[in-house]
């Protein structure tokens, strides 16, 4: 058997190839190269599949984020609440209606308005 670690402790992935032969000193000094060549690609094909899921979910944040500043702004001038006071009202309306803020928030931006009454689902 050959075993390899995969350093991959910047992305918090602990990883490894082993390779399994039938037969005992199956493996050369040939083969522990190419083991290693192939666990090297391994790693950066990992890390780099882990660093696009972290900049998709990055840009998700980001967009969310965004309406959910947008939706703030469209409560605060009409009701003559604080930026604390309209997040609040999004939170409420979030948890009341058992939808994710993003979605409550882009309900306000749509609508210019905002429904707290426990559960309602506009």
Known sequence: MLSYRMHLEAAG???????????????????LAEGLLLVTHAAQALAASHLRGGAHNLERALASNRDIGTAIGVLMAPHKLGREQAFDLLRIASQNTNRKLNEVARDVIDTGTI???PGHRS
């Open 13 to 31: 992935i602990i990883g490894g190839l082993n390779i399994y032969a039938e037969k005992t000193r199956a493996f050369g000094e040939r083969d």
């Open 115 to 117: 429904d707290v009454t």
